[in-house]
């Protein structure tokens, strides 16, 4: 199984970006995992409703040129999640059936997508296979990144009926 994750912006912080190489190396006796970042457009406050509508366009652009340079023969085979408030919240063991549907469905790649510090283009959105929602609380995008790449080494511990830590 690939698994990618896709995030608009780049991490600055160390220490996410430390736990996420631990997470990472973690996974690879589970998945090929690969991270992607995608460049934010930067906004100048105030921002209006137009600038919010052109910026999550420009991000959907990237992302969605990036998904088709990883993929570009095996879109059928591919999942694409998108990190959405709004999406559908899953358990961790929720999140280990979904992984487990999917290979089971003959899905050889599952792209996590990272929107922009204002969210997602809603037409993007809307191509999508899953919207998932991780809390009603507001994360920063980074800490984000840190906890998907946590979830998703839980739910392979979870596939495999190894023990983890609660």
Known sequence: MNIFIMAVGKIKETFFKEGITEYSKRLKNYCKLEIFEVEDERLVEPVSEGTKAQ???????????????????????????????????????????????????????????????????????????????????????????????EQIYRAFKIINNETYHK
């Open 55 to 149: 910026v999550k366009l420009k991000e959907a652009n990237r992302i969605t040129e990036k998904i088709k340079i990883l993929c570009p023969e095996n879109r059928g085979k591919t999942v694409v999640v998108a990190l959405d408030v709004s999406g559908k919240k899953v358990t961790s063991e929720g999140l280990a059936n979904l992984l487990v549907k999917y290979m089971t469905d003959g899905k050889s790649s599952i792209i996590f997508v990272i929107g922009g510090s204002i969210g997602f283009d809603e037409a993007f959105l809307e191509k999508v296979d899953f919207r998932l929602s991780m809390s009603d609380l507001t994360f920063p995008h980074q800490m984000a990144r840190l906890m998907l790449t």
